[in-house]
């Protein structure tokens, strides 16, 4: 297991940040204040309830979103003040996400859905087409590259998901509740994968879940409750 060296630059920064939805009476104060920071190589789980603000923090670190207030440093670079091209840079070249709804484009098969990161950097043909099958290998789907993602279970379309968000070599992963629709023993499954291509691949990761189980799997768990941070 990869212990993160106490002296490494934080690849994730988070300060001081905010964000509140609405306005006035009905302002939802969803992330309050939240700061933290996660290692090069560490694997994070955040925890906490539904509507504790997971999802909200994680599209601030991914610049899927803006917090009110604070910072958001990855990988050197704060994303809350990256203008469109630059977030667009930010999210083909240093970050991905897997969503809970794993998130694959249903026309496409298991190889052609791992091999979109890839056509956005224009890689040459057989360099992408190596690519995919290493990584459909990693993820144990080397016999499925042709099927599309209706006619595989719900584990392995995650499996394809995370495949595909290690295509572009992303210093960061983001999953939010990638476990989430699958039951325990195929989540439990593909949490034991993602440790294992974090570790494989260098790369560090933020996994969101409600999910007790899942967080024995990561190196250290953040806790959320009502939008701030609470010691375990
Ligand atoms: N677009 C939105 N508009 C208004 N309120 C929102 C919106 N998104 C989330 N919220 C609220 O913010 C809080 C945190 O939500 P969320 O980040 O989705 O939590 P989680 O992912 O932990 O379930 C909840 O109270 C939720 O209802
Ligand atoms: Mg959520």
Redesign the pocket.
């Known amino acids: 297991m990869s212990a993160p060296v106490a002296a490494a630059p934080a690849l994730v920064s988070v300060r001081g940040v905010h964000r509140t939805?609405?306005s006035g009476r009905t302002a939802?104060h969803?992330l309050q204040d939240v700061s933290f920071d996660v290692a090069p190589g560490e694997l994070v789980a955040l925890v906490?309830r539904?509507?504790?603000?997971?999802?909200?923090l994680l599209n601030v670190v991914g610049g899927l979103d803006r917090p009110d207030e604070g910072s958001v440093v990855v990988d050197g670079t704060d994303v809350t003040r990256l203008d469109d091209a630059g977030l667009v840079r930010l999210r083909r070249d240093v970050l991905a996400f897997v969503f809970q709804t794993f998130g694959l484009v249903p026309v496409l098969s298991a190889a052609e859905n791992v091999g979109v990161p890839l056509r956005m950097r224009h890689l040459p043909v057989a360099d992408r087409e190596r690519r995919v099958a290493l990584l459909l290998d990693l993820v144990g789907l080397a016999d499925h590259a042709d099927q599309r993602p209706d006619e595989l279970s719900g584990g392995q379309q995650q499996r394809v998901a995370i495949a595909r968000a290690l295509a572009g070599s992303p210093r960061l992963l983001v999953a939010d509740e990638p476990t989430g629709q699958l039951d325990t023993e195929t989540g439990l499954a593909v949490m034991a994968l993602l440790r294992a291509v974090v570790e494989a691949e260098g790369m560090t990761a933020i996994v969101s879940t409600h999910d007790p189980v899942m967080i024995a799997l990561a190196d250290r768990a953040v806790h959320?409750v009502d939008?701030r941070l609470h010691d375990a």
Do not use: I, M
């Open positions: 939805y609405g939802v969803a906490g539904s509507g504790s603000g997971k999802t909200t959320l939008g």
